[in-house]
Nanobody, 122 residues
Framework: QVQLVESGGGLVQAGGSLRVSCAASGRTFSNYVMAWFRQAPGKEREFVAR????????LYADSVKGRFTISRDNAKNTVYLEMNSLKPEDTAVYYCAAGSPGGRYYWMYDIWGQGTQVTVSV
């Protein structure tokens, strides 16, 4: 069974840091692109960052560039999103996704996790 399981969300003050994780299982993801999306209440799902499992090239949304870092640990089959200088507008449910070839749009991904809540207080 293919599965993505997110963890690490929580409540943090503005300016703080948080790391969310995505553990992948059930298949080989080496040909996949792994991504993080987020969705705030009343808003559409928004691309945050993506990383190619093979090669590790990354891409970020302009809104998080310079603050967030996506990375992967091949041995643990886990993708991370390190979030620094968090702002209240970063508050959302963060979803991990896997797809091929992947990209900035949610419809490019066919495997999704259940999401983890990140709340940034003022």
């Amino acid at each position: 069974q293919v599965q993505l399981v997110e963890s690490g969300g929580g409540l943090v003050q503005a300016g703080g840091s948080l790391r969310v994780s995505c553990a992948a299982s059930g298949r080989t993801f080496s040909n996949y692109v792994m991504a993080w999306f987020r969705q705030a209440p009343g808003k559409e799902r928004e691309f945050v960052a993506r990383i190619r499992w093979s090669g590790g090239s990354t891409l970020y949304a302009d809104s998080v560039k310079g603050r967030f870092t996506i990375s992967r640990d091949n041995a643990k089959n886990t993708v991370y999103l390190e979030m620094n200088s968090l702002k209240p507008e970063d508050t959302a449910v963060y979803y991990c996704a896997a797809g091929s070839p992947g990209g900035r749009y949610y419809w490019m991904y066919d495997i999704w996790g259940q999401g983890t809540q990140v709340t940034v207080s003022v």
